[in-house]
């Protein structure tokens, strides 16, 4: 995971951090936390969460006294209150400044507009804006100050404070309150009178554009959590439980393990379950972006939070709570925003000293500027300049962003992502070797073809071969009577049934006496049955045969079917540079067979369960960047020790536990989207700390030299904050491959 665990045995807890106002606050909590013997901890300054593990002898309480000794809020998640949209306070902000605001920059820019006194209007609109609408920021500046620390509001505060005290100097004792003074706007910076020169509409310009962008940032962040969120509010609300034969509707959460609840048509399921009664299709697309209905009935397991398209079924209750499918998706989608890229550990670093770098860049700004006789106006612009366009909000958006949106949207897949650092893994495989059974196959054994005597009928076959083989409960018998159900309707009844061990079954059937097993027990094959039979088992299928009254009358074919999506899947793999390889315990012959159906070269066959993940070793010992795609707890070893596992979801709780990526339906195509994802998130996360990186880069030097007006940079500075957030909502228009 991507989280950082403790070094000795504890526990883990996430708390919710308040006040925190960009990367360089999050790196403080983080190290903050850190100064606890046996503490580490992953702050997200998107999702405003710590990950934190602590020595089980820890109380808690003393983490969020060291959060608070650090300046900022900390809350247990027992003791957090409903989650209020913070776009709304600061929309109502926003909006006071912006009307403020207004008439003063457009003074400001146009002297046309700039009446006898118009320079004192703009002082008294301009100080509300300020100093009420900027208290965030300088409430922030003075915390940290205190903390002996500086941030991006240390930035805002000092450049939009010291743009509205000089003006205040130059009104009250410089020339700037002559009545009737005017002066042009430029979008540099230019030579002139210290004492003659007002900046109220910087002040106000660039508080004005920092909540814009704080308010544009806080909604998106909630639009790029909305899939996770949606995902928590699935579930049913209430659940019609039965109780001593009644039904009583009751809320969810009093459910409990082993009840009987009754789903109607249209209904979501409640709970993960086995249907008891009833038969039902079940549209399972919420859970696992698949549009097909799944088709259930007694003894079939129901996911809760699925919706029952079909007949009324009465389930009983195998998992409630934290323990349910709906949980353990949400709980690993919240696990994987909470972690960081390498590329963000980066990024915060950087962040940490960027600051102090920038305030020093400022006073150099101020200083080169008087020494070359720039004038103090001119140097003033210029250092405000520096102070407010380096802000680095945008560095600390580039990855949680993009993992809010690029992990949310695969939960809403099926796709569910452990980690940031799974996304890196993505991009250096090579190599995917697909588990045969339950991942390329269905992993039962089914009917795939029919070969009759000459004058024979196949449907005559079919329904006398699947009614004899429906009393038996071996595999094959089963694969051959749901087969003759499926093509030839309603099966005879039969009389005289017999099992001979080993053999096959007898019994008679509509007047036949029936005999389906071996040609031991069937008898001689005639010539074209014979080659019929010999060519299915040189396929690796299992060839059964069925005699009526002694005659040998037609060959089934019988082998676990391939995947009807395997063979698309595995051409989207090759697409994306991936070279598949099959790995099974089964028999070269029935490997080659199903690798030849799907388009696989290289087959790995007769591979016992646990040498599995020693096949995967020594592909990567031959230089190989591998994956591994499986669904059994014969493939857990192997999925970890594979750089990239993916799990099928259909598949047991070790495996998935073992995995990188879970893909949540049971079809391969599955793996294809989930690495196309996991990419394109990773591709977007370098996007935006290039674009942020190179922003700054670029501007500071353009700030320095005068080129920019401090108004300017703040609006320049709030856009590449609003470039990150949307490139990284982009990826919610991520598709699956088409079906």
């Known amino acids: 995971m991507s989280t950082e665990t403790s070094p ?46 602590y020595p089980a002898d820890l109380d808690p309480k003393r983490l969020l006294d060291q959060v608070e000794a650090a300046g900022y809020t900390a809350a247990l998640p027992s003791d957090e209150e409903p989650a209020e949209d913070d776009s709304t306070g600061l929309r109502n902000r926003l909006l006071g400044t912006a009307a403020l605001s207004a008439p003063v ?76 003074m005017t002066h042009a706007f430029e979008f540099g910076v230019a030579p ?11 002040a106000a310009g660039v508080t004005t554009f920092i909540l814009a962008g704080r308010y544009f940032e806080a909604r998106a962040k909630r639009r790029a ?20 034969g009644q039904e009583q509707r009751i809320p969810v959460d009093q459910l409990a393990v082993g009840d009987h609840f009754v789903v109607r048509p249209g209904e979501k399921i409640a709970t993960d379950g086995t249907v008891e009664e009833g038969g039902s299709a079940v549209d399972t697309s919420v859970l696992t972006g698949e549009s097909v209905p799944v088709e259930v009935g007694p003894g079939d397991a129901v996911v809760g939070a699925t919706v029952n398209a079909g007949g009324r079924i009465v389930v009983r209750a195998t998992r409630i709570g934290s323990d349910t499918q709906l949980a353990q998706m949400a709980r690993l989608v919240e696990e994987a925003q909470a972690g960081k890229a390498a590329v963000q550990r980066l990024a915060d670093r950087i962040s940490a000293v960027f600051v102090p770098i920038v305030i020093v860049l400022a006073l150099a700004t ?23 366009i380096a802000c680095p909000c945008a560095l600390g958006l580039a990855t949680p962003t993009a993992l809010l949106v690029g992990t949310g949207r695969g939960a809403q897949l099926g796709v569910l992502i452990k980690g940031p650092e799974v996304l890196e893994s993505t991009r250096r495989i090579d190599t995917i070797v697909l588990d045969k059974t339950g991942t390329v196959t269905t992993g039962q054994m089914s009917l795939i073809d029919v070969h009759v005597a ?4 196949e449907r005559r076959a079919l329904r006398l071969a699947g009614a004899a083989e429906q009393a038996s409960e071996h595999p094959i018998a089963r694969a051959i009577a749901l087969g ?130 020693a096949a995967v070793r020594r592909l990567q010992e031959e230089g190989r960047a591998v994956a591994m795609v499986g669904d059994g707890v014969n493939d857990a070893a192997a ?30 195509r599955a793996a294809v989207d989930a690495i196309r994802l996991s990419r394109r998130t990773f591709r977007t996360i370098k996007g935006n700390l290039f674009w942020a990186f190179a922003y700054n880069v670029a501007a500071l030097p353009l700030a320095a030299a005068g080129l920019l007006n401090p108004m300017i940079a703040g609006a320049a500075m709030g856009l590449s904050s609003a470039f990150v957030v949307a490139n990284s909502l982009r990826l919610r228009r991520f598709h699956p491959t088409p079906t």
Not at 233 to 241: F, Q, W
Not at 454 to 457: A, I, L, T
Not at 594 to 603: C, F, K, N, R, S
């Open 8 to 53: 000795t045995p504890g526990r883990q807890v996430e708390l919710i951090i308040g006040g925190m106002t960009c990367a360089s606050c999050a790196n403080r909590v983080e190290r903050k936390l850190r100064k606890l013997d046996g503490v580490t901890a992953a702050v997200n300054y998107a999702t405003e969460r710590a990950a934190v593990s």
């Open 105 to 180: 920059i457009v003074l400001a820019m146009v002297p046309a507009f700039q009446f006898y006194y118009w320079q004192w209007v703009s002082l008294l609109l301009a100080t509300p804006v300020v100093l009420l609408g900027g208290a965030p920021f300088h409430r922030a500046a003075w915390t940290n100050l205190r903390h002996g620390t500086v941030t991006m509001d240390t930035l805002v505060s000092l450049g939009t404070l010291a743009a509205f005290f000089w003006s205040v100097y130059a009104l009250v004792f410089g020339t700037a309150g002559v009545p009737g």
């Open 192 to 202: 002139g009178k210290a004492s003659g020169s007002i900046y109220l509409e910087v």
């Open 225 to 244: 959590g909305a899939a996770l969120r949606a995902l928590l509010e699935l579930g049913a609300k209430d659940v019609a439980v039965l109780r001593d």
């Open 366 to 388: 101020l200083g080169g500027w008087l020494l070359t006789g720039g004038g103090a106006a001119a140097a003033f612009t210029a250092a405000v300049a520096v102070l407010i």
């Open 454 to 457: 000459e004058g024979f009928d």
């Open 484 to 613: 003759a159900a499926d093509r030839a309707g309603e099966l005879p009844e039969i009389r005289e049934f017999g099992n001979v061990e080993g053999l096959g079954v007898r019994a008679t059937v509509d007047g036949y006496d029936v005999a389906v097993g071996r040609s031991a027990l069937t008898g001689e094959l005639p010539a074209a049955l014979r080659d019929a039979k010999e060519a299915a088992e040189r396929a690796g299928r299992t060839a059964v045969v069925l005699a009526c009254d002694g005659d040998v009358r037609a060959v089934f074919e019988v082998a676990d079917a391939v995947k009807p999506s395997s063979a698309e899947a595995v051409r989207g793999l090759r697409s994306l540079g991936l070279h598949p390889v099959l790995l099974t315990g089964d028999n070269a012959t029935v490997a080659r067979s199903v690798a030849a159906e799907v388009g696989i070269d290289e087959v790995i066959a007769e591979v016992l369960p646990q040498d599995k993940a």
């Open 639 to 668: 999925l970890a020790q594979a750089d990239l596992g993916l799990a099928m979801g259909t598949g047991t709780d070790v495996a998935i536990e073992a995995s990188d990526l879970t893909l949540v339906r049971g079809d391969l």
